[in-house]
Structures are given as C-alpha cells and as structure tokens.
C-alpha cells in the first residue's frame, strides 16, 4: 500500500489553519506565543480583576458583609470588569454587541478563572488577610502579593492558550 507524504513546505502558509498569522506580532511560525504577548494579555485580565475585586472589597467592607460574602462579590466584579475592558475595546474595533460578548468571553474566561482561583486562595492562605480592614497594610500587601502570585501563574496558561489561536488571541484581530 502505497502512501503519498507531504515533504515540502512551500505552500506551508496558504493552508487555512495557517493562514493570517505570518505576519502576526507575538506568534512565531509554529502558533507559539511569545512571553511579551501573553504578560500584556495577563496583565490586561489582572487590571480588569483588581478594579472588581477591591471595588467588590470595599463595597463588602463599607456594608459590614462577611468574608464569604465579601469574597463573592469582588469576584463577580473581577468577572464583569475583565470582561469590560476587552469589550470596550472589541465594540470600539466596530464589532456588534452580541459578537464582542462571544469574543470577550472566549478570550478572557480561562484566563479570569484561574487569576480569581489563585489570588483568592493565595488571600484564602495569608494569615489574618481575611480579616484585615482596608485601612490595615496587611489587606493591601496580602492583596498585592496574591495579584503578584496570579499574575506569575497565569501568564504560562496565556502563553499556553495564545500559542493555540484560543484566549485572548481572538481579540488580537480586532486591534
């Protein structure tokens, strides 16, 4: 039985799974991603994350909430305004509604759950966090090592995701 073997790559970057990344800064000729690209996509899902959860902090310090209750709001603040900031930006590229929905969250989901899983446990594991106020250095340096933990955790899996034309990639064509 005889096979036929694609040897040449000539035409490499006119298949369609190929096609349009060729020029693409950040992505090297085999859909890897380079750590530049995926530390500005971290960070963008960081900034989004660290104006909802001190926003959902204060809000659930200044109406005496409990920790728990606390914690789930300023997460699903995290959630909303990581996903503002990429729609703000996808709607502004002329994108529609309904379609910048679909991008936002393809390219910020993956990347807010794990921000959110690791900040919250690092806060979940500092001593006395939890109960810190926010007048308290210790609320603000356990808030900030835990953004410093995710970051450093999450900007592989955007590495990761990016290299595979899935996370924040999907945005990359509407800047």
């Known amino acids: 039985m005889e096979h036929e073997h694609h040897t040449s790559h000539e035409n490499h970057a006119s298949h369609d799974h190929h096609g349009g990344h060729e020029n693409h800064p950040g992505h090297d000729h085999h859909g890897g991603a380079s750590w530049s690209t995926a530390a500005k996509a971290t960070l963008h899902c960081l900034t989004g ?3 909802g959860e001190v926003l959902g902090m204060i809000i659930g310090t200044a109406l005496g909430w409990g920790n728990g209750a606390t914690m789930a709001l300023a997460i699903v603040l995290a959630f909303f305004f990581g996903y503002a900031l990429t729609l703000r930006g996808v709607l ?3 994108l529609g509604l309904r379609s910048a929905v679909k991008v936002a969250l393809a390219a910020d989901t993956v990347s807010i ?3 959110e899983i ?3 446990g690092v806060l979940l594991l500092v001593p006395g966090a939890m109960d810190a106020h926010l007048d308290d ?3 603000w340096g356990a808030l900030a090592f835990a953004f410093a933990v995710a970051f450093l955790v ?3 899996v955007n590495k990761w995701m990016i290299g595979r034309g899935k996370g924040h990639a ?3 064509r509407y800047h």
């Open 49 to 51: 994350c660290a104006i």
């Open 92 to 94: 502004a590229a002329g």
């Open 113 to 115: 759950v794990v921000m």
């Open 118 to 120: 690791v900040d919250n």
């Open 137 to 139: 250095a210790l609320f």
């Open 154 to 156: 999450t900007t592989p």
């Open 170 to 172: 999907v945005v990359h």
